[in-house]
């Protein structure tokens, strides 16, 4: 069955994701981490909390969930966070730069598997979220792309 469009409803509060406090994850400070580039801009994200680059993230990348942060003086700084372990990524998106600064720590290369998708995203033709689809059996839950022969395991 394919998606077809984004939704949310209220969740109930055993839903909500929990408030973070990013020190749990960057205790040590951002120079904990790697530090990196991405040519990702962050005009990827225009669509807002329901964009579908954020829609096939979600498909993509188990428990990430993205926090941007407020736009202050032609930047931005965007947080990315593992809900099953400590891992997680910092971006920051300056006004006029080609690259954004990355820096990422924790169990898993976060966003190593953000950009990978995000890249997945764009050669796939930017699709929206009428072209996914899912498929859910004993065996477990498929999402694909525009039909389940191009399926990959949630």
């Known amino acids: 069955m394919h998606f ?21 994850y960057t205790a040590a400070g ?4 790697d530090t990196s580039s991405t040519a990702v801009t962050e005009t990827e994200w225009d669509g ?3 964009s579908a680059l954020d829609f096939a993230i979600g498909l993509r990348v188990r428990d990430c969930v993205r926090i941007p942060g407020p736009r202050e003086d032609g930047a931005r ?3 990315f966070y593992s809900l099953r372990d400590p891992s997680w990524a910092c971006l920051a998106f ?3 730069q080609d690259m954004a600064s ?16 995000v890249k997945w995203w764009q050669q796939a033709g930017h699709p929206g979220h009428e072209r996914f689809g899912l498929t ?7 999402a694909w792309l525009d039909n389940p022969t191009q399926s990959w395991t949630l």
């Open 4 to 24: 077809t469009g984004p939704v949310e409803f209220m969740k109930l509060r055993a839903q909500r994701l929990p408030t973070r406090d990013f020190t749990q």
């Open 30 to 33: 951002l120079e904990s981490g």
């Open 48 to 50: 807002g909390a329901f």
């Open 77 to 79: 700084v965007t947080w």
């Open 94 to 96: 300056v006004d006029g």
């Open 102 to 117: 990355v820096w990422q720590g924790g169990d898993r290369r976060l966003w190593d598997d953000i950009e990978a998708a």
């Open 136 to 142: 859910v059996t004993a065996e477990g839950q498929q």
